[in-house]
């Protein structure tokens, strides 16, 4: 399977505790980015990575937050002193390089399954 | 501050007649607009993607069409299939930049036999 994969599926913490999730990215693409799905929603941008460098965060990105994307592959998001309001699904998606300047119309992200975090 | 709207949190349609899906969206600067379908327990799948430049794109079953005036779009589904019964989001991004997606709600689709 090539796709995009995530690690672990579902994890389930106290108030407090602190959480790493793992994404692995389409090994051709060098845009990763992750979301946050909650219920009754549609998935919420939190960052961006064009290989190794994270060049954007969402507001929704508090201090307590933190990713990383060390060589250009694998992705980490870490979540600190987690809190019950940071229950949710964190998606993962992988997508080539902009091919804007060459015409190409290429901007498909393909997501991971995901990380379903609960915070008891 | 909702820039991609579904308005329709639900829709039935039986079996082999046209689904069709709504979106709107507020912003301007939005050139690219995709519809991704979920399952319970996955990611979202991507299904079909169209460009500002056009106003309709078909794959298969699956047609989108832009009006860009109206700020609206819709995702045509036909003949409708059992397996079709999932939640479909509408997607825009800016392609300029980072391309982040910006969602809808979605819409649960059920598909009646």
């Known amino acids: 399977d090539t796709g995009v994969s995530q690690n672990p599926r579902h994890k389930i913490t106290k108030r407090g505790q602190n959480v790493t999730f793992r994404c692995d990215p389409i090994s051709e693409h060098n845009r990763l980015y992750w979301y946050r799905q909650t219920l009754g929603q549609g998935p919420e941008f939190l960052t961006y990575?064009?290989?190794?460098?994270?060049?954007?965060k969402s507001r929704l990105l508090s201090d307590r937050f933190s990713a990383e994307r060390p060589k250009g592959s694998f992705s980490t998001l870490e979540i600190q002193r987690t809190e019950q309001g940071d229950s949710a699904m964190y998606l993962c998606?992988?997508?080539?390089?902009?091919?804007?300047?060459?015409?190409?119309?290429?901007?498909?992200?393909?997501f991971g399954p995901g990380t379903r975090l609960t915070v008891t | 501050d909702q820039q991609v709207k579904q308005n329709s949190p639900s829709l039935s349609v039986q079996e082999g007649r046209i689904s069709i899906l709504n979106c709107d969206y507020t912003n301007s600067m939005f050139d690219y607009f995709l519809w991704y379908k979920k399952y319970p327990a996955e990611g979202p799948t991507f299904l079909i993607s169209i460009s500002s430049i056009k106003d309709k794109n078909e794959d298969g079953r699956f047609t989108v069409f832009l009006n860009k005036s109206a700020k609206h779009l819709s995702l045509h589904i036909v003949p409708s299939q059992p397996g079709d019964s999932a939640v479909y989001f509408c997607?825009?991004?800016?392609?300029?930049?980072?391309?982040?997606?910006?969602f809808g709600q979605g819409t649960r689709l059920t598909i009646n036999p």
């Open positions: 990575f064009q290989n190794e460098a994270q060049l954007e």
């Open positions: 997607a825009a991004s800016a392609r300029k930049g980072a391309q982040k997606l910006v």
């Open positions: 998606a992988s997508s080539p390089r902009s091919a804007f300047n060459r015409g190409s119309s290429t901007y498909e992200q393909y």
